[in-house]
Every structure is written in structure tokens, then in C-alpha cells.
């Protein structure tokens, strides 16, 4: 029903921000992603948007990005995830380290999410395989092309490295290198 909406940011108090569109202020849900990349008080906002009509009461959700409207809307299509912990998710991890979380299919960077338990993570894995993953590669980006890449990213996440990281010494490697020489390699450009 509303999609977006332009106006002036009246209020920020995390995780909701005050939106001023023409004398009517919108209270607004947003993840933390989002809400730090708002501009100033006072200042002029743009936020796309996803309404909720639930018994108790209406809820407007606000995002920065449409790759974060579309992974929240892939997010509350799941049995037993609503938009509070839908917006706990985005909020604790970018849209990207999801997509490369579902890639890979590792429930130990969603279960770091406040809120999200093991069964809940894998819940999450098994259902947005094939969606927000496959989405995110096809749009550029930060998922593994291949298997081997996949496993390196896993194994220098589980040594300690950043999503960041990680991604970035993926790029540096060759497109056909194998998994244990990748690591290796991989490890040499972390170093430097």
C-alpha cells in the first residue's frame, strides 16, 4: 500500500525514525543498516517501504536499498520468522553476507543474530536457497562463483577473517583454483 516515502526525517530513535511528508509524520521500523546511513535531523529522506496489517496493529517498515526491502520481504515469507526478527536479521548482517551465508549454507553467522537460534538459522538456509543467495550473484556480487570458492570463503571465515575480508582475498584468486591452493593463496594476501 505505501512504497516509499519522501520527506523530512523529524526524528531518529533507533530503531524507528520520525518521516515528515507534508505535515503528516510517519513513523517508520528500519534496520540498523539503514538507520545509519540516514541523514541528519531536519535533513531530507527517502525511504522504500513495506507495510504490515496485523490484528494489533500497522506497521511500516522503512529500507535505504531495494536489495534490503526485497531480502526482508524473502525473510517474513518464512513460517515462523515475522518482520521483528526479519528486521533483526538485516540489522546484524548486510544483505550481502546473507546472500553469501545461504550460498554457503552456514548457519553459524546467522545464529550470531540476537534472536536466532540454531534450528532457526537452518530453517533460514533451507528456505532462502535458491532466492536471495542465487539473487545476489546474479546482480554482482559478493557470492562465491563456484564450490571451491564457496569452501575457501567458509574456511577464512572460520579462521577468523571478516565477511570483508574474505571477499575481498576471493577476488584476487584466480576463477579455476582449487580449494586446499586457494586457501593458501588466499592466506598470502591476507598476510600482507
Known sequence: MIGRLNGTLADKNPPQV????????????????????????????SLLTHFVVREDAQVLFGFGSTGE???????IRISGVGPRTALSV???????????????????????VPGIGKKTAERLLLE??????????????GAPASDAQADIL?????????DKEAQAALK???????VSEGIKLALKALAR
Open 18 to 45: 520520525l518521516v515528515d511528508c507534508q505535515g503528516v509524520g510517519y513513523e517508520v521500523d528500519v534496520p540498523m543498516s539503514t538507520f545509519y546511513n540516514l541523514p541528519g535531523v531536519g535533513e531530507k529522506v
Open 69 to 75: 526491502r526485497d531480502a526482508f520481504r524473502q525473510l
Open 90 to 112: 538485516l540489522s546484524g548482517m548486510s544483505v550481502a553476507e546473507i546472500g553469501s551465508a545461504v550460498t554457503a549454507q552456514d548457519a553459524s553467522r546467522l545464529v550470531k
Open 128 to 141: 532462502l536457497k535458491g532466492k536471495l543467495g542465487a539473487d545476489l550473484g546474479a546482480a554482482g556480487g
Open 154 to 162: 567458509q574456511a577464512l571465515v572460520a579462521l577468523g577473517y571478516s
Open 172 to 178: 584476487a584468486l584466480p576463477r579455476d583454483v582449487g
